[in-house]
């Protein structure tokens, strides 16, 4: 497997977009949605999959569609090819605040395992595919099911990160225990297995669910501050209610407290 040799940069802070400059005739994929810009000289193709199957003909190319849909992203993904004769630059944004984190396969043995919507775009060449999990803890409580996202090949890949970014090295046999949502992605080598919290007070009272993730070394892990899913909570828990009220307009103050936050809705 030959990936496209690919140049980034990554611009920002806490909302970031990586820009990719292709050769003539360089490709990157990527997943719909992030694409941000792009020189003149390159043109957009849909393909099925993730493109790494697109030589092999039909039943290649459903294979490698039908993995997407096992995890839960779309049939279809967007290649940006450079048809120039010079260098040309395409650019691709994250989806909510966070870091792009660029990963190299050839320094993790030509694979890295992440959540099933870290990913955000790759060379040419790269495969995108499913992790099933072999454990029935992991595949009911992990929050990610038993399928996650395997990136495999020998190029360049980047996934993306919500809040704060943590980087674990992970020697063999240390233990870290982190909450399965705020799991980015690791190695190959980290074994990944979910524990009970235990405690009736813990499981009760706690507010931290019933399980959290054990990552074993040797590897290297990726954490999130910030999980999509708990950003998403907090803003659907802050949204006005049925009648315009919000959460906060329950206090002795109503309607004349949010004036004092700033809401000028009314």
Known sequence: MQAHEIDYHIYGEEMQYVEIELDPQEIVI??????????????????????????????GKLLSAGKRVLTGESLFMTAFINQNNTKSKVSFASPYPGKIIP????????????????????????????????????????GEGFIMQKIEGD???????GGTLAKKELAAGEILKVDTGCIVGFTKDVDYDIEFIGGIKNSIFGGEGLFYATLRGPGTVYVQSLPFSRLADRIIASAPRAGGNSRDEGSLLGGLGSMLNGDRRF
Do not use: P, W, Y
């Not at 997943?31 to 993730?50: K, L, P, R, V, Y």
């Not at 320094?107 to 959540?115: D, L, R, T, V, W």
């Not at 190029?155 to 990160?161: C, L, R």
């Open 30 to 59: 990527a997943e719909a949605g992030s694409f941000m810009m792009m020189d003149n000289n390159i043109q957009m193709e849909t393909i099925f999959g993730d493109g790494s199957g697109q030589e092999n003909g039909l039943f």
């Open 155 to 161: 190029g360049m890949a980047f996934v993306h990160t």
């Open 103 to 142: 990963i190299d396969l050839t320094q993790f043995n030509g694979k890295f395992i992440c959540q099933k919507d870290a990913f955000l775009c790759a060379a040419k060449g790269v495969s995108v595919g499913i992790e099933f999990s072999k454990k029935l803890g992991r595949g009911l409580f992990g």
